[in-house]
T-cell receptor
């Protein structure tokens, strides 16, 4: 199994550009989520999905869109990149147990710089 | 107020020594509490996961404890190794919106 894969690993954007960060998992997990991690701060939840066709907002959703058309894929779209979106982005997946996600498996991360 | 706080913020210990990392939380109830290890430049990796009713969970040299009355969890690392140098993150899942603590940065030196 490849686990959780993310592409690209690195990306540099100019302010105002849009792009999509890709995330895929091959473990048949229902729950998938996107986080951003800024220096000195914990991971913050951007969006999450509990199954195909179902998405919801996390703590910091502004400026980002997601979709979940299949169980395997959960892309994150930046609508109009801003310097404040410079960060490391992690995708994660897990099964769901009573009340929430179980042990989450993380991808290697995408390092995004917005100039 | 942060819902998950960790202490210390950073810690330096000698190889072979033990250490204990603390997690205080205000979130209640929750489905599970986990500890993750994050090496520099990589995604977090799960160490332990405990349900609300569990008191302790071990994974090799890592032992996590949970006190629901005081809303505290700790991660004890025994006989530390250089490879234990990483950030250790306490995570709570009250529902589908998982909450991450800020982490404790551990450095193990020879």
């Amino acid at each position: 199994n490849a686990g959780v894969t993310q592409t690209p690993k690195f990306q540099v954007l100019k302010t105002g550009q849009s792009m999509t960060l890709q995330c895929a998992q091959d473990m048949n997990h229902e729950y998938m989520s996107w986080y951003r991690q800024d220096p000195g701060m914990g991971l913050r939840l951007i969006h999450y999905s509990v199954g195909a066709g179902i998405t919801d907002q996390g703590e910091v959703p502004n400026g980002y869109n997601v979709s979940r058309s299949t169980t395997e894929d959960f892309p994150l779209r930046l609508l109009s990149a801003a310097p404040s979106q410079t960060s490391v982005y992690f995708c994660a997946s897990s099964y769901r147990i009573a009340g929430g996600p179980s042990e989450q498996f993380f991808g290697p991360g995408t390092r995004l710089t917005v100039l | 107020k942060n819902q998950v706080e960790q202490s210390p913020q950073s810690l330096i210990i000698l190889e072979g020594k033990n250490c204990t990392l603390q997690c205080n939380y205000t979130v209640s109830p929750f489905s599970n509490l986990r500890w993750y290890k994050q090496d520099t430049g990589r995604g977090p990796v799960s160490l332990t996961i405990m349900t609300f009713s569990e008191n302790t969970k071990s994974n090799g040299r890592y032992t996590a404890t949970l006190d629901a009355d005081t809303k505290q969890s700790s991660l004890h690392i025994t006989a530390s190794q250089l490879s234990d140098s990483a950030s250790y993150i306490c995570v709570l899942a009250p529902d589908d919106k998982v909450i991450f603590g800020p982490g404790t940065s551990l450095s193990v030196i020879p």
